[in-house]
């Protein structure tokens, strides 16, 4: 595989972010001596310096076809990259510390494009278990997946919901509710059946209506026919009565007399 020098270059140094980066003791490959590098890790390329701010890169190292894993050597921390092949050359690292070791194999390992590949398969995989799962229990519906019927709203949403209302008895062309103890009550559609006395009361029954008989009709007649003299002395004996009863209230807050 053929690589451009400035590409490479360009693409180690730009501000593109890194998937991991920091200092690594890389053996040498003649000789066994470890030299202290700076690490940047873009993609699936794994580039080093000479320090931290070096404007190029000492070499690249693609992660293609390769494993990591720890291995013994001088230094402490110490994993190697191993490609492929008899000739193939194998690089061997140590960090700092635990930590930073873990951290780079793990990077390392996910880098490869076959990792990524592995990875999309799993997902397609359990995508496709999903639309199955999906698919199977829109199957054992009564209406197909594919029509969708549009729920009311506004009005119409309303009266699916409430209850339908009995049949209120009327007589003479007014309606008469029936305050009969024990007789059937509206359904309670608030809620609350259980606060409804307290916290808000229902309006007194109104009274039922009163049938006159011809009787009745008839001495009311009679009296009506007598004139107004009838009505004044009602008119006086009342006003006697509240005068009698408001003077012997007011003795009774004044209280005993010394």
Known sequence: MKLNERSLAFYATCDSPADNAGFLYKRGERHTAYHRRWFVLKGNMLFYFEERDSREPVGVIVLEGCNVELCDAAENFAFAIRFDGTKSRTYVLAAENQAAMESWVKSLSRASFDYMRLVVRELEKQLQEMSQGLAGGCAGTQEPPGLWKPKPSGP????????????????????????????????????????????????????????????????????????????????????QEVARLRQDWQQRQRGPRP
């Open 156 to 239: 119409e949403q309303w009266r699916e919901r409430l209850p339908a209302l009995p049949a209120v008895p009327k007589e003479n062309g007014c309606a008469v509710w029936n305050n009969v103890l024990g007789a059937e009550r509206l359904p309670d559609t608030s809620g609350c059946a259980g606060h409804d006395e307290e916290e808000k009361p229902r309006p007194p029954p109104l009274p039922p209506r009163r049938r006159v008989s011809s009787g009745e009709a008839a001495s009311a007649g009679v009296a009506v026919g007598q004139g107004p003299s009838i009505f004044c002395r009602l008119h006086e004996q009342y006003r």
